[in-house]
């Protein structure tokens, strides 16, 4: 079946970059998402990436998508310590399944002062 | 409203209870969702309501579980006889659904944490 899959944490200094990755199975993929999930609050629209596209930049967010490998990453530039938060990477798989999303299990990010 | 909320955001029951968790999505949005967290885990589909339509209840762990979305916006999620494996953050989506990109994006509510004991 369908799997997202993360890496349940990443740690990284104030001010450095933060790549977090996501890897997923199904190759039917059209869009994929990244949420983020501060402490206490719901899930969060980051960014989303088409699935033609190989790249989407929105200021200090990079989305790196390689169909091929099935693999998607998130570049946060300038890390801060508001990023903290959890971030999950999601894939809506075809055209027709508009709210059929299939979910990573999120990546805490720790930001060392 | 401005966003979705849900209520209550804490929720503590003795096992075999029934609980009501409620739903008020973003004003306009036929579509809303339910979805279960669990610890370390990632969103887990419960139900998806899309206008009139017949709710898609393809996630619902249980017979217990049920919901119900009254008048296309406000929706209770029910659990009866709960157990303490459903002890969860229960997370509440809405969105146009129009199926363009960016239109279609879920929009969360900031949860219900259960505590069953």
């Known amino acids: 079946g369908e799997d997202v899959e993360q890496s349940l944490f990443l740690s990284v200094r104030e001010g450095d970059s933060s790549v977090i990755n996501c890897t997923y199975t199904?190759?039917?993929?059209?869009?994929l998402y990244w949420y983020k999930q501060e402490p206490g609050a719901g899930l969060q629209l980051l960014t989303y990436?088409?699935?033609n596209m190989d790249m989407k930049q929105d200021q200090r967010l990079t989305v790196l998508l390689n169909k091929k490998d099935k693999h998607l990453s998130l570049r946060i530039a300038d890390t801060q310590t508001g990023d903290s938060a959890i971030y999950f990477c999601?894939?809506?798989?075809?055209?027709?399944?508009?709210?059929?999303?299939?979910w990573g299990a999120g990546t805490k990010l720790i930001i060392k002062p | 409203g401005a966003g979705v909320s849900q209520s209550p955001s804490n929720k503590v029951t003795e096992k075999g209870k029934d609980v009501e968790l409620r739903c008020d999505p973003i004003?306009?949005?036929?579509?809303l969702y339910w979805y279960r967290q669990s610890l370390g885990q990632g969103l887990e589909f419960l139900i998806y309501?899309?206008?009139?339509?017949?709710?898609?209840k393809s996630g619902l762990p249980s017979d217990r579980f049920s919901a119900e979305r009254t008048g296309g916006s406000v929706s209770t999620l029910t659990i009866q006889r709960t157990q303490q494996e459903d002890s969860a953050v229960y997370l509440c989506?809405?969105?146009?659904?129009?199926?363009?990109?960016?239109?279609?994006?879920?929009?969360f509510g900031p949860g219900t944490r259960l505590l069953v004991l």
């Open positions: 990436i088409f699935s």
């Open positions: 989506a809405s969105s146009l659904s129009s199926g363009l990109a960016g239109q279609e994006t879920q929009y």
């Open positions: 004003s306009g949005h036929t579509a």
């Open positions: 309501f899309q206008g009139n339509s017949a709710p898609d």
């Open positions: 199904d190759s039917s993929s059209t869009y």
């Open positions: 999601a894939e809506r798989l075809s055209e027709d399944s508009n709210y059929q999303l299939i």
